[in-house]
């Protein structure tokens, strides 16, 4: 069984540029959300997804970021224009059913990002 | 609002002896409680949840917690640690209907041989 697939899983690219993160959740779970984790700021909620649409982006930092969800198995998350201090591990989970269900969230092994 | 509290950043136990990682919650209906367990390079992985029913859960590699409803605390347990335990353990609680969970700081733990 598939776990919650990241690419790519380092990008290293200078300040200024456009980063896209990947993810594909689980077949079946209807819920997908982005962390960020730093060692300072822990593992921070930036944005989820209930069946494709985003429910509560006041995680995202700021404008630069964006997040989209154009079907069931793909989600991307943006950074446009890229920063320093962008640079962080970027996991994508995802869970069946929400706030309801006991279900864990089920995350991939992340995105290692560094701005330069 | 709900929170979540690892009073300790970082947890050292010699090899073979019992482990407790504490954590402590703060939610204002029912709890679902959560310990996830991240290695090196790795996300999140899920060991155990309590839901309802008896205070002690089990979970995966010996792994158990204990629900204290009186002291809102939810520690992890396991009677003998191995090195491979060493790993950066999460407290993690949602409020029934509430599609987030909030997750503590992490626990280091290191065993040492």
């Known amino acids: 069984d598939a776990g919650v697939i990241q690419s790519p899983r380092h990008e290293v690219t200078e300040m200024g540029q456009e980063v896209t993160l990947r993810c594909k959740p689980i077949?079946?779970?209807?819920?997908l959300f982005w962390y960020r984790q730093t060692m300072m700021r822990g593992l921070e909620l930036l944005i989820y997804?209930?069946?494709?649409?985003?429910?509560?982006d006041s995680g995202m930092p700021e404008d630069r970021f964006s997040a989209k969800m154009p079907n069931a198995s793909f989600s991307t998350l943006k950074i446009q224009p890229s920063e320093p201090r962008d640079s962080a591990v970027y996991f994508c989970?995802?869970?069946?059913?929400?706030?309801?269900?006991?279900?864990?969230?089920?995350f991939g092994d992340g995105t290692r990002l560094s701005i330069l | 609002a709900q929170s979540v509290a690892q009073p300790e950043d970082q947890v050292n136990v010699a090899e073979g002896n019992p482990l407790t990682v504490k954590c402590t919650y703060s939610?204002?209906?029912?709890?679902?409680l959560f310990w996830y367990v991240q290695y090196p390079n790795r996300g999140l992985q899920f060991l155990l949840k309590y839901i309802t029913g008896d205070n002690l859960v089990k979970g995966s590699y010996g792994f158990e917690a204990e629900f204290n409803k009186s002291q809102t605390s939810f520690h992890l347990k396991k009677p003998s640690a191995l090195v491979s335990d060493s790993a950066l353990y999460f407290c993690?609680?949602?409020?029934?209907?509430?599609?987030?969970?909030?997750f503590g700081k992490g626990t280091r733990l290191h065993i040492l041989p």
């Open positions: 997804f209930n069946n494709n649409v985003p429910i509560d």
């Open positions: 077949s079946g779970h209807d819920y």
């Open positions: 939610v204002s209906g029912n709890p679902y």
């Open positions: 989970a995802s869970s069946l059913r929400g706030g309801e269900s006991s279900q864990p969230q089920h």
């Open positions: 993690a609680v949602r409020e029934f209907g509430d599609d987030k969970i909030i």
